[in-house]
């Protein structure tokens, strides 16, 4: 089991920007993919953006593609998502995931990941 510690929420004005940083227990090259993911209240959990950490591949949720950038740093197994242009519709906790699957097309189903962080807020106003 990988501990994953979330950090960077934070409130911001529609059209900001944040950084949030995942940090893993372990090398994120054994990891396979990792992915952030977000909850609104009341509404299901929704991939946002993945990373196939050994080649650094993306994928992103259609509503945050251009805007959300996914990126790795594995000297300090940290997996980071740089959000620019936020919208009151990006308000929401967001987790960081890890998985060891394989398969690309799981990238942003909530049920290949097993390993998940306690989520950081994030509360973009109009």
């Known amino acids: 089991q990988v501990a994953l510690v979330e950090s960077g929420g934070g409130s911001v004005q529609a059209g900001g920007s944040l950084r949030l940083s995942c940090v893993a227990s372990e090398d994120i090259y054994r990891l396979n993919f990792m992915g952030w993911f977000r909850q609104a209240p009341g509404q299901e959990r929704e991939g946002v953006a993945a990373i196939y950490t050994y080649g650094s591949v993306t994928y992103y949720a259609d509503s945050v593609r251009g805007r959300f950038t996914i990126s790795q740093d594995a000297a300090k197994n940290t997996v980071y998502l740089q959000m620019n242009s936020l919208k009151p519709e990006d308000t929401a906790m967001y987790y960081c995931?890890?998985?060891?699957?394989?398969?690309?097309?799981?990238?942003?189903?909530?049920?290949?990941?097993?390993?998940w962080g306690q989520g950081t807020p994030v509360t973009v106003s109009s």
């Open positions: 995931a890890a998985s060891s699957v394989t398969d690309a097309i799981l990238a942003l189903n909530q049920y290949a990941y097993n390993n």
